[in-house]
Nanobody, 124 residues
């Protein structure tokens, strides 16, 4: 059974940092792109960052470019999201997800596996 377990969320002041981790179990995902999405209260889920299967390419939504960094360790079957210079508008539940294949997709419908989510709250 495939499981994705996120950790690292919490409450932080504006300007602070958090590092999210997502550990996968049940199978390896070294052939799949992986991504982070988020959903704020009253808003639709949005793509945050994507990393290709080798980690050689990364993609970010405009609002987090220069502040967030996605990375992965295929040996540990884990993907990370380093979040710096956090802003109150980054407050959301963050989800990691595994793409259906090696392709890069910006919509959640192209992701087969999802974690349970971790809350990130940034106070002003």
């Amino acid at each position: 059974q495939v499981q994705l377990v996120e950790s690292g969320g919490g409450l932080v002041q504006a300007g602070g940092s958090l590092r999210l981790s997502c550990a996968a179990s049940g199978r390896t995902f070294s052939s799949n792109a992986m991504g982070w999405f988020r959903q704020a209260p009253g808003k639709e889920r949005e793509f945050v960052a994507i990393i290709t299967r080798s980690g050689g390419s990364t993609y970010y939504t405009d609002s987090v470019k220069g502040r967030f960094t996605i990375s992965r360790d295929n040996a540990k079957n884990t993907v990370y999201l380093q979040m710096n210079s956090l802003k109150p508008e980054d407050t959301a539940i963050y989800y990691c997800a595994v793409s259906k294949d090696s392709g890069v997709y910006y919509t959640g419908s192209s992701y087969d596996y999802w974690g349970q989510g971790t809350q990130v709250t940034v106070s002003s």
